[in-house]
Nanobody, 115 residues
Framework: VQLQACGGGLVQAGGSARLSCAASGRLSSINVMGWYRQVPGKQRELVATITSGGGTSYADSVQGRFTISRDNAKNTVYLQMNSLKPEDTAVYYC??????????WGRGTEVTVSS
């Protein structure tokens, strides 16, 4: 499974951005896809996930501001980020997990929120 993420960049606080993650390869093995983020010196943290059935979950810090969605026809997962805050600044990583919890990772895409 290969994951190609894009959509990061510089955004002003209060603004919006959308990340995309295009998946290719043996996608039938994938159970859950999601987004994680990491800042220097900190552990990578979960942002949002979406299951193959469309169920979603979010970190408390982004609940109500971020929306994860998927387009099965395009094998793409999106993360719509609204009301961005400087503390959302991070490198965002796309993730895909199999039913046995094996993880695939895409290259990170950087999001910088200026105050």
């Amino acid at each position: 499974v290969q994951l190609q993420a894009c959509g990061g960049g510089l955004v002003q606080a209060g603004g919006s951005a959308r990340l995309s993650c295009a998946a290719s390869g043996r996608l039938s093995s994938i159970n859950v896809m999601g987004w994680y983020r990491q800042v220097p010196g900190k552990q990578r943290e979960l942002v949002a996930t979406i299951t193959s059935g469309g169920g979603t979950s979010y970190a408390d810090s982004v609940q109500g501001r971020f929306t994860i969605s998927r387009d099965n026809a395009k094998n793409t997962v999106y993360l719509q980020m609204n009301s961005l805050k400087p503390e959302d600044t991070a490198v965002y990583y796309c993730n895909a997990k199999t039913a046995t919890y094996y993880s695939y990772w895409g290259r990170g895409t950087e999001v910088t929120v200026s105050s």
